[in-house]
């Protein structure tokens, strides 16, 4: 099983700054199959970025993915209010099992 | 647009065996629009994946729950199902219904396999609890 550590666990930041959310797998991540969601507080998780840097149909440009092998980041810049929730990422490149991380917290 | 909805009981004891529909409307359960998946949330924790279905039938499990889980697919309702026997509090989680992309090959050495993508769109979940 891929083990996906998130780091921090939780991001104090404030509007208008840029928030960097790593993801680290515990075995290289073949094809950059990876993926970032963003789940706000009652809602389902929404993608965001697939295959590491693809970013998902109707997903504003302020949100980047990068990384390959092992180390994997989201970047979002210019924070806005709407931005703040846990964002959790996710590796497809084993389906046995797929897995997630644990989650970053982006809070104000 | 495709919408995904869960529905099913929101509370079970002990022992009994959690049954959940999702049902999908604006796309069909057929050939080449993709796997559907259900995914949980434990109240306050991460996400975990039990497994993905394509409309033939060919099935993907979490080997941490195969041997309690059973998903299955009646494209003639367009509907596919969630079955977990024995729950206990363990399993109270938020279930999610999915859909995402994927493919089944034939490896030389290592035989059949099926490839998942991410999950592109989400049902809103349904909460199920597990308490006596």
């Known amino acids: 099983e891929i083990v996906l550590t998130q780091s921090p666990g939780t991001l104090s930041l404030s509007p208008g700054e840029t928030a960097t959310l790593s993801c680290r797998a515990s075995?290289?991540?073949?094809?950059?199959?990876f993926a970032w969601y963003q789940q706000k507080r009652g809602q389902a998780p929404r993608l965001l970025i697939y295959d590491a840097s693809r970013r998902a149909p109707g997903i504003p440009d302020r949100f980047s993915g990068s990384g390959s092998g092992t180390d994997f980041t989201l970047t979002i810049s210019r924070l806005e209010p709407e931005d703040f929730a846990v964002y959790y990422c996710?590796?497809?490149?084993?389906?046995?099992?797929?897995?997630f991380g644990g989650g970053t917290k982006v809070e104000i | 647009q495709l919408q995904l909805q869960e529905s099913g009981p929101g509370l079970l004891k002990p022992s009994e065996t959690l049954s959940l529909t999702c049902t999908v409307s604006g796309s069909f359960v057929s050939r080449n629009t993709g796997y559907w998946g259900w995914i949980r949330q434990p109240p306050g924790k991460g996400l975990e994946w039990i497994g993905s279905i394509y409309y033939n039938g060919v099935v993907s499990y979490n080997p941490s729950l195969k041997s309690r889980v059973t998903i299955s697919v009646d494209t003639s309702k367009n509907q596919f199902s969630l079955k977990l026997s024995a729950v206990s509090a363990a399993d109270t989680a938020m279930y999610y219904c999915?859909?995402?992309?994927?493919?089944?090959?034939?490896?030389?050495?290592?035989?059949?396999?099926?490839?998942?993508?991410?999950?592109?769109?989400w049902g809103q979940g349904t909460m199920v609890t597990v308490s006596s």
């Open positions: 999915a859909r995402q992309e994927g493919w089944a090959y034939n490896d030389v050495l290592t035989g059949y396999h099926v490839h998942l993508e991410a999950f592109d769109v």
């Open positions: 996710q590796q497809y490149a084993s389906s046995s099992p797929l897995t």
């Open positions: 075995q290289s991540i073949s094809a950059n199959y």
